[in-house]
């Protein structure tokens, strides 16, 4: 769950790099490289009224739609790595 409070996008990144789905409650805030990168491909964003009942919103994702953003994961993760192999995230600030 990417929820504000960490700051600079650092749970969205975090959870990239681990390879887990980022799951964004924050609407109305731009995440990191969102004007360059779909984030609609590797990521699912929840309201903060469905916040209510996360259980529920959380089973009605289907394994397609897990297995799609997945894949896509793969495709991105190097634009938040900052080291390592594949890593691309310096490239994406120029």
């Known amino acids: ?18 390879n ?33 009942d996360l259980p529920s919103f959380l089973q009605s994702l289907s394994n397609a739609s897990i297995t799609r953003s997945r894949k896509a994961l793969t495709r991105v993760r190097g634009a938040f790595a900052w080291r390592g192999d594949g890593a691309l995230a310096y490239n994406y600030t120029l």
Do not use: K, N
């Not at 600079?8 to 990144?13: A, E, K, L």
């Not at 799951?23 to 964003?45: G, K, N, T």
């Open 20 to 52: 887990c789905v980022p799951l964004i409650a924050q609407p109305y805030v731009m995440q990191p490289l969102e004007d360059i990168l779909s984030y609609d491909d590797f990521s699912h964003r929840v309201s903060l009224e469905a916040m209510a």
């Open 1 to 18: 769950l990417s929820a504000a409070g960490v700051g600079f996008g650092m749970r969205t990144s975090m959870s990239v790099l681990l």
